[in-house]
């Protein structure tokens, strides 16, 4: 049934699928569940150990929401970062019909085939995150060797030169501006976040109604600081502010740490699929 229903999908979709960032393997690490000193480099303040009110009902609360910004800045780094993994780890939204799309194990990723999120014919998916030179695939499945940012800009990543363009950018590239991105689908190696805030900003996402993002925090299995979890909470409330729910979501344990103040584990590394609802408040 999955898998019918998944070509089905991708027979009457355009599919673009774009370079990554950078090539990283992950570091993995086999963290124990039980560990009887913190890492001595982290230093937990006194306020990190300190449960706000706010955070108490994060934790008994089912749905998790992030606070608007007054209340946010106020939070210590341990509120933020249990904010940040229980928001990324509750589903908001009931998706009845999950299929999941790419390689069936690793790196394949959900999308919600509701009626009401199903991409019209024809359609157009958008992956960022594939290693290939330009190339086309098959009838409707086409390699660019693209990589996305926040700016149109070259990087140096390992040895080479890497062009890297807006959501924007590209859409123009492709004569795809003024046309739906049906399903898109970002696994960049951290540079979802400057993307992501680049794209609520600035990019038409009438009718993007599927979105799966690969979120990272750190590549290996140290906690971050304030001002990421920060500006990582900023991005996901306004994914949510313009519709975004989750409806799947999974911990990639390759990224798991110890959280140097509670002595839990959590993982740097969320796979997440969101729907977009048109009502969103
Ligand atoms: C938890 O849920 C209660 C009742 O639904 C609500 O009043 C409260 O504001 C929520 N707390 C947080 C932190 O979302
Ligand atoms: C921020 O924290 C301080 C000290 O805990 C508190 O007095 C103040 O009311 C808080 N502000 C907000 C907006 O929650
Ligand atoms: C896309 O829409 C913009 C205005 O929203 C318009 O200026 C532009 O000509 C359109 N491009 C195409 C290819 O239709
Ligand atoms: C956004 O895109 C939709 C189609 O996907 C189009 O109908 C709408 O006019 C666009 N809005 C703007 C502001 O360009």
């Known amino acids: 049934m999955a898998s019918a229903r998944r070509s089905s999908v991708l027979k009457w979709c355009t599919v673009g699928i774009f370079a990554p960032i950078l090539f990283v393997t992950y570091k993995v690490t086999m963290i124990p ?6 890492e001595p480099e982290i230093q937990c303040l006194p306020t990190d150990f300190r449960d706000t009110q706010f955070i108490v009902g994060v ?45 069936y194990e690793d790196g394949g990723w959900d999308i919600c085939d509701d009626e009401h999120f199903r991409p019209p014919k024809p ?31 070259a990087i140096k990543a390992n040895t080479d030169e890497w062009q890297l363009f807006t959501y924007n950018t590209i859409r123009q590239k492709l004569q795809h501006a003024n046309k739906t991105i049906s399903i ?24 993007t109604n599927n979105l799966a993002v690969e979120f990272h925090l750190a590549l290996d299995g140290t906690e971050v600081e304030w001002e990421q979890y920060y500006r990582a909470l900023t991005v996901l409330r306004n994914l949510y502010h313009l519709g975004y729910r989750i409806f799947w979501t999974h911990q990639n344990p390759n990224c798991a740490f110890v959280s140097a103040c509670k002595m839990e584990q959590r993982s740097n590394c969320h796979e997440i699929s969101f729907v977009k609802v048109t009502d969103p408040f």
């Open 59 to 103: 934790h008994r609360n089912a749905s998790v929401l992030i606070p608007e910004d007054l209340l946010l800045k106020n939070l210590s780094r341990e509120d933020l970062s249990a904010l940040y993994h229980r928001y990324l780890e509750n589903v908001q939204y009931m998706c009845r019909r999950k299929v999941r799309l790419g390689n």
């Open 184 to 207: 898109l689908k970002i696994d960049v190696e951290l540079y979802e976040w400057r993307v992501l805030a680049d794209i609520v900003k600035t990019a038409n996402m009438t009718g």
């Open 33 to 38: 569940m039980v560990v009887t000193e913190a």
């Open 123 to 153: 359609c157009i998916i958008y992956s960022f995150g594939m290693h290939m030179d330009d190339h086309q695939r098959s009838d409707k499945n086409y390699f660019h060797s693209l990589g996305i940012s926040d700016k149109d800009e």
